[in-house]
């Protein structure tokens, strides 16, 4: 039996170890262990613990679609319960309805297994686990990315402290959490191994989360070069025919790099009620537990072509609360029909199409207009291509790439975030009756009480 010491219920100190139990792989949210109480060899079971689904909570994702242009819903709800019609408004509350506490909990649940995998590794010197110090330091990367897209600024823990008055302490701001990400998946890269499965984080992935944070922080060079090297790399290609496949838990394509999986699933719970099955898919008669209150909007749904394989996974269907047809997304619903006793939910984090993306935008945002790799992508899903003279200026260049993005990641959390880059967020906002107060989600009143020194963000 392990020792354990100092349980906590500061969200920093969840250092995701199951209490007495050894089972090191089983996240529980309060309970720490220090380095001395470590053995080399139950690192792969720490690493496990930081890529269990509670890590990673998957109702981040509705949050910044719903906040966005893409997603419309009528869910309703209490401010203190389900509330997606706050996003919708760009109002979120303090106390919240979209787990923002739980979003931010299980963010450093992973990164607390993280940080105790890196330290140990380093202060002990061990030269012979690369792959396991740079997952975990990818892992670390990849929530402090989440929570700084979320949030902005925030408390950046990266050590296993556990004395309670040094871990209240106020945020750090946004461009020391970007610092810090960076600096770990630079470390990564040149430790992880090629690609071999979507289950775990690899060299690509690495490349690929960097090049995001790059683009975002308008480091295009880089940004391009990274997303470049990803796509020579050779491990992966686009789906051209079923574009479903990307999104099955036993798929054939080699789309997917890196994802999150739940399940198997019980068959009491079963795949059609669980994860972001019940919010996206529509209602009956389609299969499933989904109430179809939660649909896309009728300009995302304008920009695709009839022939693109991506409308597979759209589905237009009346909805019985407003009595009229909307399109619903069925990228959670693919597994459906499995048996209940292969059933899982899967979220994805990183898929190969965005490097096509951020190669293409790099390209513009230099104020080259080089339609090679959106092509390339657009070939895969059978749409139309283009030439460079189509495009008067790198400004519609980039204007049309922000709409293939919405096309392509539609669903996945990830429209937000390409928003505030392509400057589209503040006059969405403004549309709203709000302003750039808005670009950031609020801390939940919960961890105001926890943490008495952090600042909430501005206009809340």
Request: a neutral charge; hydrophobic letters at 35%.
């Amino acid at each position: 039996m392990l020792t354990y010491k100092n349980a906590l219920l500061l969200f920093a100190t969840a250092l995701s170890l199951a209490a007495c139990s050894g089972k090191l792989d089983e996240p529980q949210p309060d309970n720490s262990i220090d380095l001395d109480h470590i053995q080399p060899q139950e690192l792969p079971l720490l690493l496990n613990g930081a890529y269990k689904p509670d890590g990673i909570y998957y109702m981040g994702y509705p949050v910044w679609d719903i906040y966005s242009d893409d997603i419309v819903s009528i869910q309703g709800g209490s401010p203190t319960q389900f509330n997606p019609m706050g996003y919708d408004a760009c109002n979120p509350t303090v106390e919240d309805g979209f787990g923002n506490n739980r979003t931010m909990n299980s963010a450093y649940k992973s990164i607390g297994n993280a940080n105790l995998i890196i330290n140990y590794i380093n202060s002990k010197h061990i030269t012979d686990m690369p792959q396991v110090l740079g997952e975990a330091l990818t892992i670390r990367a990849y929530h402090y990315t989440r929570l700084v897209e979320t949030f902005g600024g925030v408390v950046l823990t990266l050590e296993t402290e556990t004395d309670i008055n040094k871990i209240r302490r106020d945020k750090n701001t946004e461009a020391e959490v970007y610092a810090s990400i960076v600096a770990d998946l630079t470390a990564a890269i040149p430790l992880l191994k090629d690609f071999t499965s979507p289950n775990m984080a690899c060299r690509q992935t690495a490349q690929l989360l960097l090049a995001r944070v790059y683009l975002q922080l308008g480091k295009n060079q880089e940004a391009g070069d990274l997303a470049a090297e990803v796509i020579r790399s050779g491990k992966f290609s686009l789906v051209n025919s079923n574009y479903g496949q990307v999104f099955l838990y036993n798929t054939p394509a080699k789309e997917m790099m890196w994802r999150g999986i739940d399940g198997p699933l019980s068959s009491t719970l079963g795949y059609n009620r669980y994860g972001l099955y019940a919010l996206y898919s529509p209602g009956p008669p389609f299969k499933g537990n989904s109430p179809g209150l939660t649909w896309m909007s009728d300009d995302l749904v304008a920009l695709y072509e009839p022939a693109d394989i991506r409308t597979q996974l759209l589905r237009r269907q009346r909805n019985a609360t407003t009595g009229i047809e909307q399109t619903y997304l069925l990228k959670y619903s693919t597994d459906t029909l499995q048996t209940a006793a292969n059933s899982y939910a899967i979220y994805p984090y990183i898929r190969y199409s965005e490097a096509f993306l951020i190669a293409s935008e790099a390209s513009a945002r230099k104020g080259a207009i080089d339609v090679t790799y959106y092509n390339q992508l657009r070939t895969a899903r059978k749409a139309s291509t283009k030439s460079n003279g189509d495009f008067a200026s790198p400004a519609a260049f980039l204007k049309e790439l922000e709409n293939e993005r919405r096309r392509e990641f539609v669903g996945e959390g990830r429209r937000w975030q390409d928003m505030r880059r392509f400057g589209t967020a503040i006059p969405f906002l403004s549309s709203k009756g709000r302003d750039e107060t808005r670009l950031y989600l609020p801390f939940n009143s919960i961890q105001l009480s926890w943490n008495p020194k952090l600042t909430q963000n501005k206009g809340y």
